[in-house]
Structure formats: C-alpha cells, structure tokens
C-alpha cells in the first residue's frame, strides 16, 4: 500500500469511527500530542491525546439523534515523512441540511511518519461563516471587523 493509501484508509477509518461513535478507533492512529482546533471553544484549541477524547461524548450523543458524518472528498498529499490530507465532509442533521444544503465540514489533517506509520498530529475543523453573504469578498470580512481593543 502507498504512503498515500495508508493515509487515505487511515482517515476514511476514522471518519467512520466518529460516525459510529467509537472512540477507541476514533483516537487509534492519533499522536500523544495531538493538536485540535474544532468547530466549538476553546479558541487555542485542544491539546494532548487526553483533551482531544473529551471532546467526543457531547459530539457522539449529537451524532446519534440522528446527524450524518461523511467525507465527500479527500485529498492526501504525502511526503517521506510528513503528509497533510483535506477533505469535504457532510456533517449535519437532515433539517440543517433542508436549511443549507451546501453546507460542508473543512477537515485538515498534519500527519507524521515514524517507525514506518502515519500518525494524526494535527486537526483542523471548521465550518464557513454562514452569517456573510457569498458576494462579500474576504477583504472586505477583514476590514469590518474592528481593531482589537476597540
């Protein structure tokens, strides 16, 4: 199996563990020192394999009323030893879907190899801000929000 491969199964794994609920092969293939930055606080992320389990129960039980976690698509690009992945993720409840049909999950992934494994040890999440118009560029976001302080 390729570099790329590995990755891919990896990250596919995982995306149906969080689907099924399964923590223990939600955290497999994951650092020590995992790095997470997700959708909700706190703001600096969450950091160390510990943090980053508990922040799935609340996640799971919202899963299981009946939420759909998927990847639509994934990219892998995978060097000797150090690989990231993005993907496209449906991750929502069927009325949020009737809602924003288009809305999707961003997943960014930072991966090592070590000792001939790929290893998780970064995560980003994210969902795109709703409340801006899609005609409203990024520039113009930027410059409306104030400076801090004030």
Do not use: N
Not at 99 to 113: D, N
């Amino acid at each position: 199996m390729t570099d790329e491969q590995q990755i891919r199964h990896l990250i596919e794994r995982w995306a149906a563990a969080v689907h099924d609920g399964d923590l223990p092969t939600v955290l497999a293939g994951h650092a020590p020192g995992i790095v997470m930055f997700d959708v909700p606080p706190p703001e600096q992320g969450v950091r160390g394999i510990d943090a980053y389990r508990e922040t799935w129960p609340g996640f799971f039980e919202w899963q299981a009323s009946g939420a759909v976690f998927e990847i639509e698509s994934l990219d892998v690009t995978a060097g000797a030893d150090v690989a990231f992945a993005f993907a496209l993720l449906r991750c929502g409840t069927p009325e949020g879907f009737e809602r924003r049909p288009e809305q999707r999950l961003r997943l960014t992934i930072g991966l090592r190899k070590a000792g001939g494994r790929w290893t998780v040890t970064h995560e980003h999440h994210s969902f795109a801000d709703a409340t801006t118009p899609p005609e409203v560029s990024a520039a113009e976001v930027h410059l409306s929000v104030p400076p801090e302080g004030e």
